[in-house]
């Protein structure tokens, strides 16, 4: 069984833009990663610094090597994005 990770992320002022930029260019990364199924980009209509990457997974464990794929420049430039520690779960379907 697949597993889902939803990640949150909150823009800084001003920003929400570069983030959505920088969350659109990772989805190719995440999508070329063993294990990865599917990856989704949302942007909030009501709140446009807000975001949520929808990801689904072979395995929990697969998304967690993934992490490497991107390289450390990305992750360096993406934390002045930031107005708070991205959130992230994983969820089970009950399907």
Not at 29 to 38: F, M, Q, R, T
Not at 56 to 77: G, L, V
């Amino acid at each position: 069984m697949s597993v889902a990770r939803i990640g949150e992320f909150r823009a800084a002022d001003g920003k929400g833009d570069a983030l959505a930029d920088f969350l659109a260019s990772i989805r190719s990364i995440i999508l070329g990663s063993d294990g990865a199924i599917s990856c989704e980009v949302l942007r909030d209509r009501a709140d446009p610094g807000r975001f949520f990457v929808i990801e689904r997974w072979q395995t929990a464990e697969a998304h967690q090597a993934s992490i490497k794929n991107i390289p450390p420049e990305m992750f360096k430039t993406a934390m002045a994005l930031f107005a708070e520690a991205p959130k992230g779960s994983y969820f089970d379907s009950l399907a």
